[in-house]
């Protein structure tokens, strides 16, 4: 499986970015068994969890500092997952990656980069 994210870019504070990762290669599994997650890695930190969405969408976490301004979704026409993030801080510039897990091993795409800088 391959997983591409898309999106990221240089924002002001208080601006928005929406982040998508398309997932491909399926092979003895679909789209909708798959749980979904978005990690970022800080300049000059460890990567951290951002938000999870479960196989069918029911259940979705989020990092606490992004409660109420990140939203996660995902399209299972299109195979894609997004995070929608709104009222972006400086705090939130990094790296942004999609991962998923398969038959134990975690998959990751090559990240987006987002700034947020005025």
Avoid: H
Wanted: proline content about 3%; aromatic content about 10%; charged content about 20%.
């Amino acid at each position: 499986v391959q997983l591409v994210e898309s999106g990221g870019g240089l924002v002001q504070p208080g601006g928005s970015l929406t982040l998508s990762c398309a997932v491909t290669g399926f092979t003895g599994f679909t789209f909708s068994s798959l749980d979904l997650r978005w990690y970022r890695q800080p300049p000059g930190k460890e990567r951290e969890f951002v938000a999870f969405i479960s196989n069918l969408g029911d259940i979705k976490q989020y990092k606490d500092s992004v409660k109420g301004r990140f939203t996660i979704s995902r399209d299972s026409a299109k195979n894609t997952v997004s995070l929608q993030m709104n009222s972006l801080k400086a705090e939130d510039t990094a790296i942004y990656f999609c991962s998923t897990r398969i038959s134990g091993i975690d998959r990751w795409g090559q990240g987006t980069q987002v700034t947020v800088s005025s």
